[in-house]
């Protein structure tokens, strides 16, 4: 009795956690599509939301949470969310938003639309800006989360520094994504360059040497043609046939040298009888 209420508790306590997944994993789905699309005020108020932190790339916010629910539904666990691979998907969201917002306020400082002195109070008015219905001409670059980064980068290093920290930040992403060496990458593209100019360099050089030869191939043959022009209908190596030649004169036929000597003209031995 005691084994069977066990398994009873153990299978409702498993169904129980099952439907809290799957129901949690699809209500999260159907608002990423609702806030994506954008669909009646809890879209827009959603929509407003993420760009509030996100700026021009608010649809992170919500594609993030789709795959969320999706491995919800599926996995019927939590993720971890200190894995590699989402530390490198951090690292270069970060960085993406952090270009977004330096290369907005480059901007506006070429224009000198800076109302105030901090990055983060700018950012938020052009949101409320954007939120009264006002036009302002910028865009949010990287939201609220990258005016926070931007902040920080930017007094330690510089915008030129900060780009670089962006860049390399991106960099470090892409290798925690993929688990690849940057090492081993680097030398199968530099290979791959090596023998791409390699075989291109060897079928010029193919190429050149039979333009090289066709030109003496072409003289050789015009001048044969010459020479057999010159001697009426010459088919021999000098221009003419050496079977028509006659030894005594066109009266004496059957007199040639070549291919034959005729008998009666066979050179003889002796005293000459």
């Known amino acids: 009795m005691a084994k069977r209420k066990r398994r009873r508790r153990t299978k409702k306590k498993l169904w129980k956690e099952t439907l809290q997944f799957e129901a949690f994993g699809l209500l999260t789905l159907a608002l990423s599509v609702i806030t994506i699309a954008s669909l009646g005020k809890v879209g827009a108020a959603l929509k407003l939301f993420c760009r509030f932190l996100f700026g021009e790339w608010y649809v992170l916010i919500p594609l993030g949470a789709a795959v969320l629910s999706i491995s919800l539904v599926f996995r019927r666990s939590w993720p971890d969310f200190f894995r590699r691979q989402l530390i490198g998907v951090y690292f270069m969201t970060g960085a993406v938003l952090l270009l977004s917002h330096v290369g907005l306020f480059e901007k506006m400082a070429e224009d000198g639309a800076y109302r105030k002195t901090s990055v983060i109070l700018n950012t938020w008015d052009l949101f409320f800006a954007e939120l009264k219905g006002e036009t302002s001409g910028y865009e949010l670059g990287g939201g609220m989360a990258g005016a926070v980064l931007f902040s920080l980068f930017h007094f330690l290093f510089d915008s030129a520094g900060t780009r670089i920290i962006a860049w390399f930040s991106i960099l470090v ?39 090289k030869k066709k030109p003496v191939e072409n003289g050789e043959e015009e001048g044969a043609a010459a020479c057999g022009k010159g001697n009426g209908t010459g088919r021999g190596r000098a221009g003419f046939r050496t079977d028509h030649i006659q030894l005594f004169g066109a009266d004496q036929p059957g007199r040639r040298i070549f291919p034959g000597i005729s008998a009666d003209h066979r050179p003889h031995s002796g005293n000459g009888g």
Request: charged residues 30%; glycine residues 8%.
């Open 173 to 211: 992403g892409a290798i925690l994504l993929t688990g690849r060496s940057l090492s081993e990458d680097l030398q199968k593209v530099f290979g791959w360059i090596a023998r791409f100019f390699k075989n291109t360099y060897t079928e010029a050089r193919k190429d050149l040497s039979r333009l």
